[in-house]
């Protein structure tokens, strides 16, 4: 099946078919087994003159969709899933059809609406106007950027343009409590190493920071420069550092300070410049992802910091054939990518429709009802909260009563199983003080009463 032009003028076959294979797909959401445990895609030859269109279809159909997770519903609660709104899976449609490459401005809108759906985020957050950004695929790519301005800040300190020369001789001691894995993962790529860096005591039962410890081994160092890693949100026990004191800290020590906020700094929507988040404004860079609170589709998360200087010192290299005269900043050359989506779109228009309200009354709703499912799990005799629910995640297990650490775990791990081939819900697995645990998170707009209604049906079935 040859692509022709005249394709254009019949695309109400694929029209409907995409809209009969969308519709049913939402409509089967809430019935949908939640994740599917086991698929399985039989080996099939490449054809030589390709299918019908309609062939095409019901291979879809018999193949794929069955096998598809109901990720984008209410109560697939693993890892920490948002599930687009309609405008925001309605602007991603939109962006394949505009099929625009936003790598240098000058050749349409584009690079303006991602500039302003940055601004209009660092509103939402209310962040100083000095933050500035871009789009990426998720916290590991934001991370990753976060990592490259930090080497370059390290390596200008000591005379040497990491850039351009590498890190060899850079003399840098990185300081961490939890880093995302994500973080780790950074470290690594942009040469500083996974494991080089010095961790910071945590304050009792929690994976928050302790400052007094941060600010003994800054005092410490002997190294030309200094970067802390904080987090706003840890991923398993939803802990914030003091960033206001750890921001303090650093100043006065001379340190970059980079915050992992992939999904924490949602809190501040609700909670204001006063609440957990506060002093994050005085961070070096922010890594955040859209995909999660903000409910916009995979993948999209956001890096900013307040020295765009250092961010476009690590990544521009020019070429003269992408020369042009525009003045606004070429997001190729603030990124690893020279090809980039227009992802901005459903961000944009999300925030245009639904506005600051709406993104609040659904992350204060999911922490509701954390709270409400948390508050049962704590009261039942089946079931143990191992840690207090502080905003959107929980931490649980089955009751340990007389078991060994050994049997607790293989109990939980059995549990989990349990749970998540049921269907109705799908949870995620977790380790807290070396304990096997199960953690749900929510963070899907769609997520009701209701659902937590049939969690606890689930919970009380298959104990």
């Given at each position: ?447 009701q009463q209701q659902d937590i209604e049939v969690a606890i049906q689930v919970l009380k079935?298959?104990?």
């Open positions: 099946m040859y692509p022709h032009n005249s394709d254009w003028q019949n695309m109400q076959v694929y029209f409907d078919a995409f809209t009969e294979i969308s519709q049913q797909f939402f409509d089967r959401l809430d019935d949908e087994t939640v994740a599917k445990l086991k698929v399985d895609l039989k080996p099939q030859a490449l054809s030589d003159s390709g299918l019908d269109f309609s062939e095409v279809v019901e291979r879809l159909k018999q193949q794929v969709i069955p096998q598809l997770s109901a990720a984008r519903g209410p109560r697939y609660w693993g890892f920490v899933t948002g599930g687009a709104t309609p405008i925001a899976t309605f602007a991603d449609w939109l962006v394949a059809t505009f099929d625009q490459n936003v790598h240098k401005a000058g050749d349409s809108v584009a690079s303006l609406i991602e500039l302003q759906a940055i601004e209009w985020l660092c509103e939402l957050f209310e962040l100083p106007k000095t933050f500035q950004g871009l789009m990426t695929t998720g916290a590991t790519a934001s991370n990753f950027l976060a990592a490259c301005c930090a080497r370059q800040f390290a390596g200008l300190k000591q005379g040497i343009n990491v850039a351009q020369q590498g890190v060899y001789g850079l003399d840098v001691d990185i300081f961490s409590t939890t880093p995302h894995a994500s973080m780790c993962k950074s470290l690594g790529m942009s040469g500083l190493g996974q494991k080089q860096f010095h961790p910071i005591k945590a304050l009792p039962d929690s994976e928050a920071m302790d400052v007094n410890d941060l600010a003994f081994c800054l005092s410490q160092s002997t190294a030309k420069a200094k970067i802390v890693i904080a987090s706003a949100g840890t991923v398993t026990t939803t802990d914030f550092d003091d960033l206001a004191a750890v921001a303090s800290i650093c100043q006065k020590f001379g340190a970059w300070l980079h915050v992992d906020a992939a999904f924490g700094l949602f809190e501040r929507v609700v909670m204001g410049t006063e609440g957990k988040t506060k002093g994050i404004e005085k961070a070096h860079s922010i890594t955040l992802d859209c995909h999660k609170w903000l409910n916009v589709p995979y993948d999209c998360g956001v890096f900013l910091t307040q020295h765009r200087d250092l961010l476009e010192q690590s990544f521009d290299l020019p070429a003269p054939y992408l020369a042009n005269e525009s003045t606004t900043p070429d997001f190729m050359s603030l990124g690893v990518e020279n090809s980039r989506r227009f992802r901005a779109l459903p961000v944009w228009l999300s925030l245009l429709a639904y506005g600051k309200q709406s993104v609040k009354d659904w992350v204060e709703s999911n922490i509701n009802l954390a709270k409400q499912l948390a508050d049962w799990i704590d009261d039942s005799d089946d079931y143990e909260l191992v840690h207090p629910c502080q905003m959107n995640v929980i931490l649980f297990r089955p009751t340990a009563k007389g078991l060994s650490q050994s049997q607790m775990d293989q109990k939980t791990k059995a549990l989990l199983k349990k749970i998540n081939t049921d269907g109705r819900l799908f949870l995620s697995p977790g380790i807290w003080q070396g304990q096997e645990i199960i953690r749900i998170a929510l963070s899907n707009w769609q997520t079935d298959c104990i």
